[in-house]
């Protein structure tokens, strides 16, 4: 999306990614540069995001997981990602502050994007989760979160709501911070 006269990030999002990631001028620039050496025609397509998504999980089945991570950072569903849209992605699933993160997750879970969860999309996302656990890590987890269904019961539960019942994003955001154990069932931090 920058300027493709000059091929730098134009004045407006360099702005605007200042004020919302931690990310400084220079920092985000660089990122530019490497962005439109990796991704010339200034998006990145869903594909190429999973491609990238299975390098830091080289060991599990991330593509389920990018996917939904993808169609959440996609802000304007055209099944790709401009420079801005992954920079964003970066910022708040590297450093975020923690109800930033949260809204994102809210939205990485909303697959449908209704505004709200169901207990179907959550079972879904933490099936994607969970596929990112090494084999040999998942006899390591509690009893009642080592399968996907277990861990959506789970985080479920802390919701306090049926099962044919859905969950607001404000809803979800005060849930996940209330409790730290349903904090840790909507990640996979690796272990190594």
């Not at 530019?32 to 594909?47: A, H, L, M, T, V």
């Not at 569903?77 to 849209?85: I, N, P, Y």
């Not at 910022?91 to 975020?96: A, F, K």
């Not at 994007?113 to 959550?122: D, H, P, R």
Request: aromatic share 12%.
């Amino acid at each position: 999306m920058g300027n493709s006269k000059s091929g730098a990030v134009s004045k407006e999002i360099l702005e605007d990614l200042k004020l919302n990631t931690k990310f400084s001028e220079t920092e985000i620039v660089q990122w530019y540069e490497n962005f439109k050496k990796q991704c010339p025609s200034g998006r990145i397509s869903k594909d190429e995001f999973q491609n990238i998504y299975r390098k830091f999980f080289p060991d599990s089945d991330a593509n389920t997981y990018a996917q939904h991570v993808f169609r959440s950072f996609d802000t304007n569903d055209d099944g790709t990602l401009d420079f801005k849209e992954y920079i964003i992605a970066l910022h708040m699933t590297g450093t975020g502050k923690t109800t930033s993160k949260l809204e994102w997750a809210f939205s990485l879970f909303d697959v449908d994007k209704n505004g709200y969860i169901t207990k179907s999309e959550v079972t879904e996302i933490c099936t994607s989760i969970f596929k990112l656990i090494p084999t040999d890590e998942v006899g390591d987890l509690p009893e009642d979160e080592n399968t996907p269904e277990k861990r959506a019961n789970k985080l479920w539960k802390v919701f306090d709501k049926g099962d044919n019942d859905r969950v607001a994003e404000g809803e979800f955001i005060k849930g996940l911070l209330e409790n730290e154990e349903a904090l840790r069932l909507i990640q996979y931090e690796p272990s190594k």
